[in-house]
């Protein structure tokens, strides 16, 4: 086996037991969902939106991590994705969108088309300045499923 290998390896055991370990352990301490109590497909919401660092927070120092969960709530993915979907539509109003992104049908297309010739997520997020999530939803129809 090369190094290489055996880091990666090492990388994804420690990804797997320190950094997903302590998302879970956030999430069983500060929930249930704030919004309607459920307890199932916790996530981390940031209340406000533009305070927002970065959403890879898990690896970082205690002390960087702390204070940015600090800004943070617990919702499960229904209601963070109903809290979201306002806050876009409140932000596009009578001013230009600054931080949710609506794409237009011959963008969803092209995702679509190009996650279906192999190109991963996140290359096509980055293309289209979009999150990787958001190119998952497009590519399975969670998202824009009336266009085809």
Request: aromatic share 6%; proline share 3%.
């Amino acid at each position: 086996m090369r190094d290489q290998d055996k880091l990666s390896i090492a990388q994804k055991k420690w990804y797997r037991n320190v950094v997903c370990s302590r998302r879970r352990q956030w999430l069983k301490e500060n929930g249930p969902c704030v919004e309607c109590g459920s307890w199932e497909r916790l996530e981390v919401d940031h209340r406000d939106p533009r305070t927002k660092t970065s959403h890879n927070i898990w690896s970082w120092s205690d002390a960087k991590r702390i204070a940015e969960l600090a800004k943070c709530q617990v919702l499960c993915r229904s209601c963070h994705k109903r809290k979201s979907a306002n806050e876009c539509r409140a932000n596009m109003k009578g001013k230009p969108n600054t931080w949710c992104r609506i794409l237009t049908p011959e963008q969803v297309r092209e995702i679509r088309r190009l996650t279906a010739s192999g190109m991963s997520n996140g290359k096509v997020a980055k293309q289209f300045g979009i999150g990787r999530t958001t190119v998952n939803d497009v590519r399975v129809r969670r998202s824009y499923s009336e266009i085809t």
